[in-house]
T-cell receptor
Framework: GAVVSQHPSWVICKSGTSVKIECRSLDFQATTMFWYRQFPKQSLMLMATSNEGSKATYEQGVEKDKFLINHASLTLSTLTVTSAHPEDSSFYIC?????????????FGPGTRLTVL | RKEVEQDPGPFNVPEGATVAFNCTYSNSASQSFFWYRQDCRKEPKLLMSVYSSGNEDGRFTAQLNRASQYISLLIRDSKLSDSATYLCVVTDTGGFKTIFGAGTRLFVKA
């Protein structure tokens, strides 16, 4: 299957700082990338959907000024958590899909575990 | 009503057992259906896509009933390594909106 990488895999930061998470599709062109958040013992919650070269579409309740998403190329999307607070501590997972896939399946990165102190 | 609903679980089964997971979805216009598995503290991994005619991959069989808006996953001859959370995933046409079920936890015991 297609490979998606994420970096960093885990990060600890102080409250008020900003954290950038990178998501890369390594062996295919990702026309669409998705960002999810998962709290312990809960399912994935979609935060936003981004298409290369255009602004991300945010889900209801997700602050676009707090969670900045950039999808500058067909292989890279970034999520920046600005002015992070302890309640932002979570498991952030990206996924990517390609228009060339008939079923539009998503391939997930390994996730980034964010802890805000 | 949730857009995608799954059996609450957890399922505790012995090795070798057959276990079935059910999933219902509310949007009749949904186009693509998948089962993912997620291990503890890991990302979801695609287990199988679900086709209208049903499909089988080794010990795993997936079925789709569009009329009833129902998807199922059958695991035969359960292995210890099958222990995970199984996520039912539904997407709309074009894959722009993806909804995950809450997941069903499976524990396979020796």
């Amino acid at each position: 299957g297609a490979v998606v990488s994420q970096h960093p895999s885990w990060v600890i930061c102080k409250s008020g700082t900003s954290v950038k998470i990178e998501c890369r599709s390594l062996d295919f062109q990702a026309t669409t990338m998705f960002w999810y958040r998962q709290f312990p013992k809960q399912s994935l919650m979609l935060m936003a959907t981004s298409n290369e070269g255009s602004k991300a579409t945010y889900e209801q309740g997700v602050e676009k000024d707090k969670f900045l998403i950039n999808h500058a190329s067909l292989t890279l999307s970034t999520l920046t958590v600005t002015s992070a607070h302890p309640e932002d501590s979570s498991f952030y997972i990206c996924s990517a899909s390609s228009d060339s896939s008939f079923y539009n399946e998503q391939f997930f990165g390994p996730g980034t575990r964010l802890t805000v102190l | 009503r949730k857009e995608v609903e799954q059996d609450p679980g957890p399922f505790n089964v012995p090795e070798g057992a057959t276990v079935a997971f059910n999933c219902t979805y509310s949007n009749s216009a949904s186009q693509s259906f998948f089962w993912y598995r997620q291990d503890c503290r890991k990302e979801p991994k695609l287990l199988m896509s679900v086709y209208s005619s049903g499909n089988e991959d080794g010990r795993f069989t997936a079925q789709l009933n569009r009329a009833s808006q129902y998807i199922s996953l059958l695991i035969r001859d359960s292995k210890l390594s099958d222990s995970a959370t199984y996520l039912c995933v539904v997407t709309d046409t074009g894959g722009f909106k993806t909804i995950f079920g809450a997941g069903t936890r499976l524990f396979v015991k020796a």
